[in-house]
């Protein structure tokens, strides 16, 4: 058995607990960047018997050890209640949901070695584990499907590897099910999840190979589950975001063929797909989908969630071939919220919705930094403005919402669903039911399925309700902040605002046989319409806030309407730094500048990686800027994030186009920086301060509501003085 190293005993301190927010303040961070943090008089805590600690330092702080040793060695760190930790001052990923599986190669150094963890949850438990190999697959966290009896398609299976060796691996492969499959860069000492193929076996049983110059290096069982095409079951697919290996759950109709509808059902914190498809009794007349927000809390149905969400939304609708007009929305707790969310960003994509026990968003139930009126925290109020649900309320008023809630909910308050009730008073379609007596979850109906959402007038609704013909859509009201995410409603797309961020609205009205589109807006600068709505051909007319206009015709019966002359698409200037995670996202680091400079791009992308597959169950290819330069083909159709110093050379180069808001004369501690070049979204992280660049190393990236505008400049100061820190906060769509 391998030896171990618990952590037992060590020194703990209390520490300020953020909202959610990309401009934390954190002094204990600020200290260890500046070499100047001092534990000597934090408390002294130990462990229980059972090698746990608890206390008031663990419902929001830090807790440091220090583990000596004879010889540089890796070991494996393994531990549960943290968010991340900081070996020998580089900064790994951590694991606060204690789930138990995150074990990371980490290598020792002889003599002392400092561990500082970041917890928050009450609890904290961790350890150092011997290796016995450095090369290995890692126990627990696999991503699989069924086995649908009768199909013949292989199938992707997704482990992780573990690389406790001090060099990249990219000469590994995987063998299972007579299928082999080249497992993508492991980087050294880290853990990557990798996706490999198998072929159907009658028994679901395989052996799982890890291959490296020909030889078997590691091995582990794998049993999938057999299910009849009937049954609910999981489905995996290759994700376009950035390459893992994802799957979504499906509840089968209890009939064959197409033209069915499809249900889409999003779960609550903590809960899986898969238990969130066998809460539903299966229905005779659709399909049951539920993607996984990429893990069981992951992003609160926004930014990579609500991606998720979309993904499986067309895979599911393609493999099932289901009716385009039955598209339907529902979900549960924070599943509630994404149904909120993604009801009121796509109003044109779902016939009706039905948030259940769900929360409105971060500003009412979820931590949601409230910023001041100033110039920077205006531009991060609009960086966060797609999470502000109540803002765009009059995109539901064109189809059912049916909202219900339990009385006495002890975890989402009752005061949610009313108020949003109050909200939406004189929306003509609203149903509501509030469970009298009831909690967050019950199920009080014989019928099979848990009745907090599968609830039979819920599906009553839908099944009265469509998604209308664009063409039969004479009237509707649009609202959006961010046209990266959303910004177009039937035959109506937002292309360029006049103050990027800020809220867009049109009302839009087409008058078919006259042949004429009449346009109340606010903060937009040029949108499309689809002239095909109108009755007959030839000259049409467009009036837009009482004002006839000019077109420019664009082919396919669309035109453009320009209210801003010369105006170029928000959606190629102004995106927000997060809409970087996807289209095949890739991490490119430096091999220029200082060792120190290499050292910390290496790092800072290793841990951008290691969080993104915690949170995200993701699995990102990270490559050097020399690679990127000589291997361009590979990677043009990716969206890029560079780490290092201004300028990154050489693959900077190859995005010319781009020109930075920033003054590089300036000496700034880290700037987040996002361009749109040709189509494609380019990312950097990096500094004018040699030295600096450390202090970006916890800008939260993954953290869903923390959202960043696409250009932030952060000094030293940050972490101590919040906002009064920010140097630039702005969009690349701002006029």
Not at 302 to 327: F, H, I, N, S, W
Not at 398 to 411: A, R
Not at 584 to 600: K, L, N, Q
């Amino acid at each position: 058995m391998a030896a171990e190293i618990p952590f037992l005993s060590g020194k703990a301190t209390s520490a300020r607990r953020n909202a959610r927010t990309p401009v934390r303040i954190d002094p204990i961070e600020a200290s260890l960047y500046e070499g100047t943090l001092d534990t000597s008089k934090w408390n002294d805590v130990t462990a229980n018997k059972d090698g746990a600690f608890s206390g008031r330092e663990f419902g929001s702080g830090y807790v440091y050890f220090e583990v000596d040793s004879k010889e540089d060695k890796p070991m494996f760190l393994e531990t549960k209640g943290n968010s991340m930790v900081y070996v020998n001052n580089e900064p790994r990923a951590g694991d606060p949901y204690s789930w138990g599986y995150l074990s990371l190669p980490v290598q020792l150094k002889k003599g002392k070695n400092t561990f500082l963890f970041s917890v928050g949850r009450g609890s904290f438990s961790g350890k150092l584990v011997d290796v016995a190999k450095t090369i290995t697959f890692t126990p627990g966290d696999q991503t699989t499907p069924d086995l649908i009896k009768g199909e013949k398609e292989k199938v992707w299976v997704a482990f992780i590897v573990r690389n406790a060796t001090t060099g990249d691996l990219d000469d590994l492969s995987i063998d299972a099910g007579g299928v082999t499959t080249k497992v993508p860069r492991v980087l050294a000492t880290s853990i990557r999840k990798v996706g490999f193929e198998v072929k159907p076996y009658a028994d679901g049983k395989y052996t799982v190979n890890l291959r490296r110059g020909g030889k078997t290096i590691d091995s582990m069982p794998l049993t999938l589950r057999l299910r009849d095409k009937h049954q609910s079951h999981k489905r995996t697919f290759v994700s376009s975001i950035d390459g893992s290996i994802q799957y979504y759950a499906v509840q089968p109709s209890t009939q064959d063929g197409a033209g069915q509808a499809l249900f889409l059902s999003l779960h609550g914190a903590s809960v899986e797909a898969m238990g969130q498809a066998d809460a539903y009794e299966p229905k005779s007349w659709g399909y049951i989908v539920c993607p996984t927000n990429r893990r069981p809390y992951g992003f609160d149905w926004e930014e990579m969630g609500r991606l998720d969400a979309l993904e499986v939304l067309e895979l599911a609708k393609k493999r099932y071939q289901t009716d385009p007009a039955q598209t339907y929305l529902t979900g549960h707790s924070m599943g509630g919220h994404g149904t909120y969310q993604l009801g009121v960003l796509y109003p044109d994509k779902f016939a009706a919705i039905a948030p259940c026990s769900g929360w409105v968003s971060f500003l009412s139930y979820g931590g949601a930094s409230v910023y001041p009126d100033t110039p920077v925290g205006n531009v991060l109020r609009r960086a966060m403005a797609t999470s502000d649900t109540l803002s765009m309320k009059s995109n539901y008023y064109n189809k059912p919402i049916f909202i219900m809630h339990g009385e006495v909910d002890d975890n989402v308050p009752v005061t949610e669903a009313r108020n949003m009730r109050k909200e939406l008073a004189d929306h003509p379609m609203l149903y509501w039911h509030e469970e009298k007596g009831q909690s967050h979850w019950y199920d009080t109906d014989p019928e099979p399925g848990a009745n907090c959402e599968d609830y039979a007038p819920i599906f009553d609704m839908f099944a009265r309700a469509r998604i209308p013909d664009t063409k039969s859509v004479r009237d509707f009201t649009f609202k959006t902040p961010n046209l990266a995410v959303s910004n177009s409603c039937y035959w109506l797309r937002i292309m360029a605002q006049d103050e990027a961020g800020s809220l867009s609205e049109v009302h839009a009205t087409s008058y078919p046989g006259l042949r004429k589109f009449v346009i109340e807006s606010k903060h937009v600068a040029a949108f499309e319409l689809d002239s095909n709505v109108l009755y007959g051909k030839g000259a049409y007319t467009v009036e837009v806030n009482g004002k006839a206009v000019t077109t420019k015709e664009l082919g396919n019966g669309w035109c453009r309407v320009e209210l801003t002359p010369g105006v170029t698409n928000d959606q190629t200037i102004c995106t927000g730094f997060k809409s970087v995670y996807k289209n095949h996202v890739t991490f490119v680091v430096t091999t220029s500048g200082s060792a120190a400079d290499m050292e910390w791009s290496r790092n800072k992308a290793r841990f951008d990686a290691e969080q993104l597959q915690y949170i995200g169950n993701g699995s990102v290819d990270v490559i050097t800027d020399k690679e990127l330069v000589t291997n361009k083909a590979a990677y043009d159709h990716r969206n890029l994030i560079f780490y290092g110093n201004h300028p990154i050379k050489p693959g900077w180069d190859l995005f010319g186009k781009a020109v930075s808001k920033v003054d590089l004369r300036t000496r700034s501690a880290v700037i987040y920086e996002v361009f749109v070049v040709d189509g494609r979204t380019i990312a950097s992280i990096y500094s004018t301060d040699p030295g600096a660049l450390r202090y970006g190393d916890r800008v939260p990236l993954f953290s869903s509501g923390a959202s960043l505008p696409d250009v932030l400049v952060l000094n030293k100061s940050y972490l101590s003085k919040g906002l009064e820190g920010v140097e630039l906060a702005d969009f690349r769509g701002t006029r």
